[in-house]
């Protein structure tokens, strides 16, 4: 930091999210749903506080770097039909950082593609699966955030001297806050591995940024006021996830009545009909209960035992 100007420190200008919503509004969910749908909540449950804890190491190591900066967590911008969750706009002396989380459980493998994959264990089940890369996501919010910077300016040529001071301005990062993954990236291209950190290594990959950067300082002004300008233009996210489990235990209480008038009952999970069906094996065997008709597609079973 510059002699020049008084150390602020690292300030919050919005620190809340949506996840913590998420996760109380799931438990109430997960309280009414039969064992099948419960499951799935369960896991979504599980991965929301991984996620939380994860978001909150970020948090800690933001407040304990001692670095100037205006910090927004989880901001939702929108541009004509592109959008954009943002889990950390920070705003530093020479540049702003866009932070995508990563806040995967298990371990993250990237391979000489970029492909993402991770592998991990919930209750002894072992789950792998590939996931969309945070790099491109990253860089999509890039975009959002280039597009509702540079409709702020009022004229062509403002607009022109944004645009290509952007990629010197503007830094794409991807963390991975759970301690306790592992990165394999030893296949991974350098370009891959340069995008990815580890939270623990955060602070120091920005002072490392900030140093680097020969472009001028922001006065204290110039970042508060870019700040107030994302959070002004922050929008209510929209999509609930926990809409659609909402909609199956509807879908559940509805085909209990269905049952009892001998009405057809549907599928929450895939829409099929429900079919009655007689256990053969298991603790239920020679017991009927109501099981998807597009078994072995979808494995949905009606918790009623007739
Ligand atoms: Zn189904």
Redesign the pocket.
């Known amino acids: 930091m510059s002699i020049f100007q008084k150390s602020i420190g690292p300030i919050f200008v919005k620190e809340d999210s949506d996840t913590s919503a998420f996760i109380v509004k799931m438990k109430g969910l997960s309280a009414e749903a039969s064992p099948r749908i419960k499951e799935e909540i369960d896991k979504q449950i599980k991965l929301a506080s991984y996620g939380e804890t994860g978001e909150k190491n970020i948090a800690f190591e933001l407040k304990n770097s001692g670095l100037d900066m205006y910090i927004l967590h989880d901001i939702y911008l929108e541009h004509e039909d592109l959008s954009a969750q943002i889990d950390y706009l920070i705003i530093c002396r020479k540049k702003v950082y866009i932070l995508e989380c990563k806040n995967l459980v298990g371990d993250i493998e990237v391979d000489s593609n970029g492909q993402f994959t991770r592998k991990y264990e919930i209750n002894g089940k072992k789950y792998k699966e590939s996931i969309y890369s945070p790099i491109t996501q990253n860089e999509r919010h890039m975009n959002v955030i280039k597009e509702v910077r540079k409709s702020s300016k009022s004229n062509f040529v403002t607009k022109q001297i944004f645009l290509s001071n952007f990629e010197k301005g503007y830094q794409s990062i991807v963390v991975l806050a759970n301690p306790k993954s592992c990165l394999n990236d030893k296949y991974a291209k350098k370009e891959i591995k340069q995008k990815v950190i580890r939270a623990d290594q955060l602070v120091a990959f920005i002072k490392k940024c900030e140093s680097e950067c020969d472009e001028p300082e922001y006065f204290e002004k110039d970042m508060k006021d870019l700040a107030e300008f994302y959070l002004s233009k922050s929008i209510p996210n929209k999509s609930d996830y926990s809409k659609k489990y909402e909609e199956f235990l509807k879908i559940e209480k509805d085909n209990v009545v269905k049952a009892q008038n001998n009405e057809e009952q549907i ?6 009909k ?1 079919v009655l069906r007689t256990a053969r094996t298991g603790q239920y065997a020679g017991k009927q209960f109501y099981g ?4 072995p ?4 079973i009606q918790n009623i035992c007739l």
């Open positions: 599928c929450p999970k895939c829409g099929s429900l998807c008709s597009g078994y597609n979808c494995k949905y």
